[in-house]
């Protein structure tokens, strides 16, 4: 069942967030407290849209989340997080999360995110009609 991402699921998505990016392929090294606070501090952005989907039984499977800026006469959406828990993996949810998300702004043709260019997430993403910037790049400083 997919619905629309509220506060009220901050909890479960922190929970599913550290559970997610802690395991295999991307062993990263989340703290509950601070998986909170990020997804907190998004759900804060204004214009923000998340999605989540969970089974018959209420448990979270999955959510996408991010948030409309306007661009000249245009709005685009910046895809900010998106997991799936890793059991649930490459069984369609990630893409029926991104599908419940272009139903909710059917408007909005330019969405963009940031993933590692060479990672299983750029593969998935490119899947599912995204492609290279182009000439756009990230820089970081220091």
């Not at 998505?13 to 062993?27: D, G």
């Not at 990263?28 to 204004?46: K, N």
């Not at 959510?63 to 369609?92: I, N, T, W």
């Not at 702004?105 to 299983?120: A, K, S």
Request: hydrophobic share 40%; net charge neutral.
């Amino acid at each position: 069942m997919i619905s629309a991402l509220t506060k009220r699921d901050l909890a479960a998505c922190s929970s599913l967030y550290t559970e997610t990016f802690n395991a295999a392929p991307w062993n990263e090294s989340w703290r509950l407290e601070d998986a909170t606070q990020r997804l907190r501090d998004i759900l804060a952005t204004p214009r923000v849209l998340g999605v989540s989907v969970s089974t018959s039984e209420g448990e979270l499977v999955g959510f996408a989340l991010g948030h409309l800026e306007r661009y000249a006469s245009d709005d685009h959406f910046l895809l900010q997080e998106m997991c799936v828990k890793p059991a649930r993996q490459r069984q369609g949810v990630g893409t029926a999360l991104l599908e419940a998300l272009r139903d909710r702004m059917p408007e909005v043709r330019h969405w963009y995110l940031v993933t590692m260019r060479d990672g299983v997430a750029a593969e998935f993403y490119k899947k599912n009609g995204f492609r290279p910037a182009g000439r756009t790049g990230i820089l970081v400083w220091p």
